[in-house]
């Protein structure tokens, strides 16, 4: 089964940034929605953004006007950019596609 590889998790402080990404091989990033959840611990994992199969771009209110989502077609890579990153903003970020399984997830921690 097709399984994402996340990458790209650090620890960074408050206001800084992170460009997440997630190697899906063997799956076309634009031929299916490609979505970021997120994991913070005790919560239940959230859904973050989406880039559907015309490019058009959603994102979860917390993360509105600070994170992008894009991808590049070529790589089979979906790419989450995050800007000024918050405390809560800590968690396992994970990418997903209706079709693939789970993957590992790559761990965002920002400190204040």
């Known amino acids: 089964q097709v399984q994402p590889v996340e990458s790209g998790g650090d620890l960074v402080q408050a206001g800084g940034s992170l460009k997440l990404s997630c190697v899906v091989s063997?799956?076309?990033?634009?031929?299916?929605?490609m979505y970021w959840y997120r994991r913070a611990p005790g919560k239940q994992r959230e859904w973050v953004a989406v880039?559907?199969?015309?490019?058009?771009?959603k994102y979860a209110d917390p993360v509105k006007g600070r994170f992008t989502i894009s991808r590049d077609n070529a790589k089979n890579t979906v790419y989450l950019q995050m800007n000024s990153l918050k405390p809560d903003d800590t968690a396992v970020y994970y990418c997903?596609?209706?079709?693939?399984?789970w993957g590992q997830g790559t761990q965002v921690t920002v400190s204040s």
């Open positions: 063997g799956w076309s990033v634009s031929g299916t929605a």
């Open positions: 997903y596609a209706q079709g693939i399984s």
């Open positions: 880039i559907i199969k015309d490019g058009t771009t």
